[in-house]
């Protein structure tokens, strides 16, 4: 970048309250995870025509798509429902207002995100809730639904109803669910956010004695007990996956905080609601074993915050990531709301965003929520754009799930069209779906250039066609450009390269 052309960044960033920093070493990683999540149960859909809310959907995946933002995590089962079409579990009150009943003109929300996110080159991680079935006594359930014909595998605790996680039947449920969505839905990943046991209320302990006598032998604490439970289903849940479709992934976005240091010299220097204590929730367990491919800790407060400190639990997390990918779960209203302890005039994105890429067990990020970065909260989409989602990113291979990359791409020629040139290839050959190249990334460098292809900003395109337009200039200008597959795990095959004259 020249010095004019900084200099210029710099004033359109500091007008949007953001601080441009100068381009480092990790300033543009080739490969990062760049998601969002788009929730259901703050009613967003709720009642919205089909095609209205069809627009809606497609406008969010535009705009996060101009943002940088490579892979949508949709919640599609908030409380053992479902926002597709499932003959286990009533169509959701957040799609049509009343659950089970059916969206008029029929269509299914899940394959709709899934076909509109590859479209736009985004991975899809459907996103459930586990064990959550009322919200509020309030709602009503549809009368399909499970909890009327077996309403023992059911507690309600406060104003909430659960599945019992002690239960083999509620673990059996939730992976049939589950292995239904992977089976019959191409979709990226499995994901699971903060809702495991519920979050304790003060003074109410969760209604699971009688559960306990009878499933609790070989536990003389029921806390373990728990945490046994939850840990039985995220170990089946990983097996269901992978026996269904290997390159199926399977993340949580657990609570940002795992243990406080006063409980566990382990922990973090913070003073907030544990995942392990409260939530039954060893995260790191889960990691370590490998029943799960990633982990996105809600690190939802401010740096500074003298219970829950960002920049603390970045650092102990990047130092606990276990071997497994590791993204930082960012709250965008959050982040423009409180201003930089050492430069009060601007938010907290910059350090958020350097202190995230500073470390080399952290891949990525994921913002929550979506609509606020697409509302452009706080300038925060433009910052995204203009500086810390400059240039496309891959997402991190996830090798060890597959490390062996797809073959070239063959037979690569360029064509002269009535819509001008096209760089026409050939998929390379495959013996099974882990070996198909899924997506190419094609690289554009001056005639003269060293082929560079850890420099993002040479990536012109990541496309899941077999071809790119060429933007003709004036026919005398020499260009190189190399074309890559990858496959369903971001594996990068070798390049092919072909010389143009545009």
Same mark, same amino acid.
């Given at each position: ?40 149960? =703050? ?13 809606? *959907? ?21 409380? &053992? ?9 009533? #169509? ?34 459907? #996103?459930? =809730? ?10 009503? *359930? ?10 023992? #595998? ?29 089976? $019959?839905?191409? %979709? ?25 006598? $009878?499933?609790?032998? !070989? ?17 089946? *849940? ?12 399977? !993340? ?12 566990? +010299? ?57 071997? $497994?990918?590791?993204?930082? !779960?960012?709250? %965008? ?16 994105? +910059?350090? /958020? ?19 606020? %970065? ?18 496309? &990113? *891959? ?19 360029? @064509? #002269? ?9 050939? &998929? ?17 460098? !001056?005639? /003269? ?14 496309? $899941? ?16 450009? @190399? ?12 390049? @092919?390269?072909?010389? @143009?004259?545009?």
């Amino acid at each position: 970048m020249n010095l004019k052309n900084y200099l210029f960044l710099l004033v359109l960033l500091l007008a949007a309250g953001v601080r441009a920093q100068a381009p480092s070493g990790n300033a543009y990683p080739k490969r990062e995870f760049r998601a969002a999540w788009i929730q259901a149960v =703050n009613g967003q859909f709720r009642g919205i025509p089909t095609e209205k809310l069809k627009q809606t *959907l497609v406008g969010q995946l535009n705009s996060l798509q101009g943002a940088g933002i490579n892979a949508i995590i949709f919640q599609v089962r908030p409380e &053992a429902d479902a926002l597709y079409a499932s003959q286990y579990e009533p #169509w959701s009150r957040f799609l049509t207002g009343t659950q089970g009943q059916m969206p008029s003109p029929m269509w299914d929300p899940m394959q709709f995100m899934i076909e509109e996110c590859h479209k736009r080159n985004m991975e899809f991680h459907a #996103w459930i =809730n586990p064990y959550r079935v009322k919200t509020s006594l309030k709602n009503q *359930l549809a009368p399909t639904h499970i909890y009327h014909e077996h309403p023992e #595998w059911f507690v309600t605790y406060g104003d909430q109803i659960y599945f019992d996680p002690a239960l083999p039947e509620s673990r059996e449920h939730i992976c049939k669910i589950v292995s239904d969505i992977v089976s $019959r839905y191409d %979709v990226d990943a499995i994901h699971m956010d903060d809702y495991f046991y519920p979050y304790p209320i003060k003074g109410v302990d969760f209604p699971d004695n009688a559960s306990f006598a $009878r499933y609790g032998g !070989g536990f003389s604490n029921k806390a373990d007990w728990r945490r046994g439970n939850v840990n039985i289903l995220i170990k089946k *849940l990983h097996e269901t996956i992978r026996g269904i479709k290997p390159w199926v992934k399977f !993340g949580i976005s657990p609570f940002g905080i795992y243990r406080n240091q006063k409980t566990d +010299p382990l922990g973090s220097n913070t003073n907030g609601l544990q995942n392990y204590d409260d939530l039954y929730a060893d995260v790191l367990l889960w990691a370590r074993e490998g029943w799960i491919d990633y982990n996105i800790p809600q690190i939802y407060w401010e740096i500074g915050h003298k219970a829950a400190d960002y920049e603390t639990l970045v650092d102990w997390w990047a130092k606990h990531s276990e071997n $497994r990918p590791l993204f930082i !779960g960012q709250a %965008v209203m959050n982040t423009i709301q409180h201003a930089d302890p050492k430069n009060p005039s601007i938010n907290q994105l +910059p350090r /958020k965003m350097a202190l995230q890429r500073s470390y080399q067990t952290i891949g990525g990020s994921c913002q929550w929520y979506a609509a606020a %970065v697409v509302e452009n909260a706080g300038k925060y989409r433009d910052a995204l754009v203009q500086e810390y989602h400059k240039y496309p &990113a *891959l997402i991190p291979v996830f090798d060890f799930m597959d490390d062996k990359a797809p073959g070239k791409v063959r037979k690569m020629k360029k @064509v #002269w069209t009535e819509d001008g040139y096209i760089l026409f290839w050939t &998929a390379p050959k495959a013996e099974t779906e882990m070996d198909k190249a899924i997506q190419y990334v094609v690289y554009r460098f !001056g005639s /003269k250039e060293k082929v560079n292809l850890d420099d993002p900003s040479h990536i012109v395109a990541i496309t $899941r066609n077999p071809f790119y337009k060429l933007p003709y200039e004036t026919g005398k200008t020499k260009y190189r450009y @190399v074309v890559t597959a990858l496959d369903r795990i971001h594996n990068e095959s070798k390049s @092919v390269s072909k010389k @143009v004259k545009l």
